[in-house]
């Protein structure tokens, strides 16, 4: 008796084993048989990389573009978007953006904390893990906001900033890339945006023309010189945006193959016409091209492809280009007249070059490249679409954002004081310099 009861025990502790290997075997199976391509998974990783590094492009950009003495505050306001929005988009932005959709309007908080988003692929993305596609759209979320800062540079408080991107990345983009890439509403009407012309730079530009009117012109704007300090810096960023930028567009394809290639070459394409347009444009109304026309255009260019990049073919792309290169230009020339002060031209740049690509896709979108066409190819629905969505984003973008800047102002205050303006926010805001000479 005593010998069965030790057997028996035996046989019950070998079947626990077996049960335990089976679990710990189950999900290497189940991951067999959704494993994810290691070459797009390659190609969406290495594009989630260069994304981020157009952040600190973008710092450099900007920060070449203002006065020595605000510099630093300048750079820090794309740097510390880096860690900040990544934080913010773990715990909230992610679910917010791609969670269960709840009435075309928002994302569930069902993904929470990343809960649930693994390493196996997700309907957004089948051949890459949900991770993979997590964090390379992370990276449009860090630029987004910061390049709204170029609106008010030079004169808002750190501490306001910190508390508006987390607001405004919360309530405009989060909602807005919902309903665009999350399968909210927008994205169930037909309209499309390959890489973020809605997304990104609709949102970001239109927010920051409303920053630009409620926070008011700089100190001495239009009565004191206010060059840029170090073209070369900004030419730097300039680089860096441009080769990030091939990850923003054709890394959108989530993939490695025909359609990151044409977006790839569609990008480059739009940023070549938009620079000689810009180049040619300026030289013929002010008598020189300059190196600071240069950088523009090239920016312009590249904001304008971007939501078409996945749609349109490489002419298209050289139209498109053109446009931004010469509507971007008027749009830059024409902000004196009108009587606000976007320190560092995001309304004139993202925002109205978001809009021309996005009209772009509607006109020149092609079913042989991406399944949809536009206007040119016989299909006038997909431009109504198009204006249905660049006229619901900026709204919602401009009303929202003059909602938060309001309550910002309320909680801490939106400008620096007169003195931190006239000495520099770097010396006062931060105790640094970022010269010594």
């Excluded at 970001?204 to 001495?220: D, T």
Aim: a neutral charge.
């Amino acid at each position: 008796m005593r010998k069965n009861y030790k057997l028996s025990i035996t046989n019950f502790k070998f079947l626990i084993s077996a049960i335990g290997l089976l679990m710990i075997a189950s999900p290497a199976f189940a991951a067999e048989a959704t494993k994810p391509d290691t070459g797009d998974t390659a190609w969406i990783l290495v594009s989630a990389a260069l994304v981020m590094l157009m952040t600190p492009g973008l710092a450099l950009f900007y920060g070449g573009m203002v006065r020595r003495k605000n510099v630093l505050g300048t750079i820090m306001h794309s740097f510390m978007a880096i860690p900040i929005i990544s934080l913010q988009w773990i715990l909230i932005g992610y679910t917010l953006s791609f969670g269960p959709d709840i009435s075309g309007f928002i994302g569930s908080l069902e993904w929470f904390g990343l809960n649930g988003v693994g390493l196996t692929p997700s309907h957004y993305a089948p051949t890459i893990p949900h991770l993979a596609f997590m964090i390379y759209q992370g990276m449009f979320a860090v630029i987004t906001p910061a390049l709204i800062s170029g609106a008010f540079a030079e004169r808002m408080k750190f501490s306001s900033y910190v508390i508006f991107i987390l607001l405004w990345t919360t309530f405009i983009y989060d909602p807005v890339a919902h309903w665009i890439w999350g399968g909210g509403w927008l994205a169930k009407l037909g309209v499309i945006d390959f890489a973020g012309g809605l997304v990104v730079h609709v949102t970001s530009g239109i927010s920051a023309l409303a920053a630009a009117m409620i926070i008011g012109h700089r100190k001495g704007y239009l009565q004191d010189s206010m060059p840029p300090h170090n073209l070369p810096m900004t030419v730097t960023g300039t680089a860096i945006l441009w080769f990030g930028w091939f990850g923003f567009n054709a890394g959108s394809a989530l993939s490695s193959g025909e359609l990151s290639t044409m977006a790839f070459v569609t990008t480059h394409i739009g940023a070549a016409a938009g620079t000689v347009t810009w180049i040619i444009v300026e030289w013929k109304h002010r008598g020189k091209p300059t190196m600071f026309g240069a950088a523009t255009g090239s920016i312009a260019g590249l904001a304008t492809i971007t939501p078409a990049a996945g749609f349109v073919g490489p002419m298209s792309a050289l139209v498109i280009g053109i446009a931004a290169g010469s509507i971007c230009y008027i749009a830059l020339n024409s902000k004196t007249k009108l009587g606000y002060d976007d320190s560092l031209d995001a309304f004139g740049v993202h925002g109205v070059g978001g809009i021309i690509g996005t009209i772009g896709a509607g006109l020149f979108a092609s079913a042989a490249i991406n399944g949809i066409n536009g206007l040119y190819f016989g299909n006038p629905q997909q431009l109504i679409n198009q204006l249905i969505g660049i006229g619901a984003v900026a709204v919602y973008s401009f009303v929202l954002c003059a909602i938060i800047l309001k309550v910002v102002d309320a909680l801490v205050g939106l400008r620096v004081d007169e003195h931190t303006e006239v000495q520099g926010l770097d010396i006062v805001l931060h105790g640094e310099e970022g010269y010594f000479i």
